[in-house]
């Protein structure tokens, strides 16, 4: 039996870079989100993909936002197919790098610097 592969088109590059793409085959299985195969290529083939996620589960922690085909999901909900996908990060946050972007609100960034107390305490 041949072996089912999902394959993703991912965007690389850090910030001030010009993106550059590089492409993968996953070991697909039915109910494979793209978060599963992105750590699987992180895993298995690229150590160097960066990419953010807490949960793997159900969108709680909405760390593993990314644009696949040019829409907004959360990697950890998003069904894979065998059909071809293009992942690439926010692009409205600033680009850290690869997948990862700078989800931190910008009025928390402003109290860590200042080293004044979050309004939650």
Request: with cysteine; glycine share 6%.
């Amino acid at each position: 039996m041949t072996e089912r592969l999902a394959h993703l088109k991912i965007q690389r590059g850090g910030f001030g870079e010009a993106p550059a793409y590089d492409d993968f085959e996953v070991p697909y299985r039915d109910g494979m989100s793209v978060l599963d195969a992105l750590i699987w290529i992180r895993t298995n083939k690229d150590s160097s993909l960066a990419i953010r996620y807490s949960c793997t589960n159900a969108n709680t922690c909405k760390e593993c936002m990314v644009r696949v085909d040019e829409k907004t999901v959360y990697a950890c909900t998003k069904r894979l197919g065998t059909t071809p996908v293009t992942v690439g990060p926010l692009t409205n946050k600033r680009l850290l790098r690869d997948l990862v972007t700078d989800i931190v609100p910008p009025r928390e960034k402003l109290s860590l610097l200042l080293g004044e107390p979050s309004s939650e305490e």
